[in-house]
């Protein structure tokens, strides 16, 4: 199978003059994005940019404490690869910003790619191993603006307003929704200099957003490209057309881009959505309309109050220690009906395997304790 690895070796050595940018460049830059930039890259209160071979450089040596996972592992040496190459070594990165908040339950980062003086891409990080930007992920199901929407809609702003020239936008998985989200509320001067959004299978919006003003305006300019598996992108609504990305990996395990195959300077792509993709939006949707805005929240609040409750931060430090406070989870189940906690032990099985696929086992043994059997069959 070819990826955005072997992507590098063909397309590496072309300049962006030689040749333009294009829908894969797009998904590197929103790759890339999910490195811990923090003392390399100049922050958005401060001036100056430094080329990714310098920052690769930075970095060569780091230790990652990522290193099973299929994603975040591969990260490192990716950019290495990349930092090699004549087509992405010299473009400049800077107004790097890393934000999260466990309190509030928001997790926010961003960086501007510069291809050239006149051409820039405002990359946002998808969602990291925290459990405030999960959590952050559910309660769009009920906010109208969640905290990192509203940090990516300033950013944006700012960032705008303090370059020349014309931007891309654009992320992987909740970075592909702020993305989204930024061109929909950007100012009619700002609208006019965005050339494109990429979103790489993040989730949707709710209704009221796709028929808002700012979305119709910028909707003929969203790319939205999926898994032909996606789970994570079916979530919620999409106003606009999108593309079915072939992958190599089984199931929900597709959310990771280095499994989508390329060809060229395109995506191959499918015909349409598996039968369980397509199965599970239409259920979660039908279960969302089901529910009250009041009830949306105590969902994603009991579902957290469960993952929390063993006192870690992000879900990488789950691995470290089982599920122990069973009393307490048992009691946050009692209080829901059964179809609500039917649901919530599918979301958490399914919200760990996205995450840590190595300990998948481990966790379903403890979640599947909590249930009675005849739940389990649900």
Do not use: C
């Given at each position: 199978m070819q990826n955005i690895f072997d992507y590098l070796e063909w397309r590496g050595d072309l300049s962006f003059i030689r040749d333009k940018f294009n829908e894969v460049d797009s998904l590197i830059m929103s790759v890339l994005v999910y490195l811990e930039f923090d003392g390399i890259v100049p922050s958005e209160a401060k001036s100056g940019?430094?080329?990714?071979?310098?920052?690769?450089?930075?970095?060569?040596?780091?230790?990652?404490?990522?290193?099973?996972?299929?994603?975040?592992?591969?990260?490192p040496e990716?950019?290495?690869?990349?930092?090699?190459?004549?087509?992405?070594?010299?473009?400049?990165?800077s107004c790097y910003v890393n934000q999260v908040n466990h309190e509030q339950s928001m997790q926010f980062s961003a960086a501007v790619f510069s291809i050239n003086a006149k051409q820039h891409f405002i990359a946002f990080r998808g969602t990291d191993y925290s459990l405030a930007g999960w959590k952050e992920?559910?309660?769009?199901?009920?906010?109208?603006?969640?905290?990192?929407?509203?940090?990516?809609?300033?950013?944006?702003?700012?960032?705008?307003?303090?370059?020349?020239?014309?931007?891309?936008?654009?992320?992987?998985?909740?970075?592909?929704?702020l993305a989204v989200y930024s061109a929909a509320h950007a100012t009619a001067g700002h609208r006019k200099r965005t050339i494109g959004v990429f979103n790489y299978d993040g989730p949707g919006f709710q209704t009221k957003m796709l028929q808002s003003e700012g979305y119709q305006r910028i909707v003929d300019r969203i790319k939205t490209f999926l898994p032909k598996s996606s789970i994570v992108g079916m979530l919620l609504e999409h106003g606009e057309e999108y593309r079915v990305i072939s992958s190599d990996a089984p199931g929900?395990?597709?959310?990771?881009?280095?499994?989508?195959?390329?060809?060229?300077?395109?995506?191959?792509?499918?015909?349409?959505?598996?039968?369980?993709?397509?199965?599970?939006?239409?259920?979660?949707?039908?279960?969302?309309?089901?529910?009250?805005?009041?009830?949306?929240?105590?969902?994603?609040?009991a579902m957290f109050s469960i993952i929390q409750?063993?006192?870690a931060l992000s879900v990488s430090e789950l691995s470290k220690e089982k599920?122990?406070?069973?009393?307490?989870?048992?009691?946050?189940?009692?209080?829901?009906?059964?179809?609500?906690?039917?649901?919530?032990?599918?979301?958490?099985?399914l919200f760990f395997s996205e995450t840590q696929i190595v300990m998948r086992n481990s966790i379903k043994e403890d979640i599947n304790s909590l249930f009675p059997k005849k739940d389990n069959k649900l």
């Open positions: 940019s430094i080329p990714l071979s310098k920052v690769a450089e930075q970095l060569r040596n780091k230790p990652s404490s990522h290193n099973s996972d299929p994603f975040f592992g591969k990260i990716f950019l290495q690869r990349t930092a090699q190459s004549e087509r992405f070594r010299d473009v400049e990165i992920d559910f309660q769009m199901s009920f906010t109208d603006e969640v905290q990192a929407q509203r940090n990516a809609k300033t950013y944006t702003h700012n960032i705008f307003s303090k370059y020349k020239g014309n931007f891309y936008l654009g992320g992987h998985s909740k970075g592909g929704n929900i395990m597709q959310h990771n881009p280095f499994s989508w195959k390329v060809s060229g300077t395109h995506f191959v792509y499918e015909k349409g959505l598996t039968k369980s993709s397509q199965n599970f939006s239409k259920t979660v949707r039908l279960w969302l309309d089901q529910l009250s805005i009041e009830q949306r929240a105590q969902f994603v609040e409750a063993t006192g599920l122990t406070t069973a009393y307490t989870m048992i009691k946050t189940l009692k209080n829901m009906n059964p179809q609500t906690k039917s649901f919530l032990k599918k979301t958490i099985q």
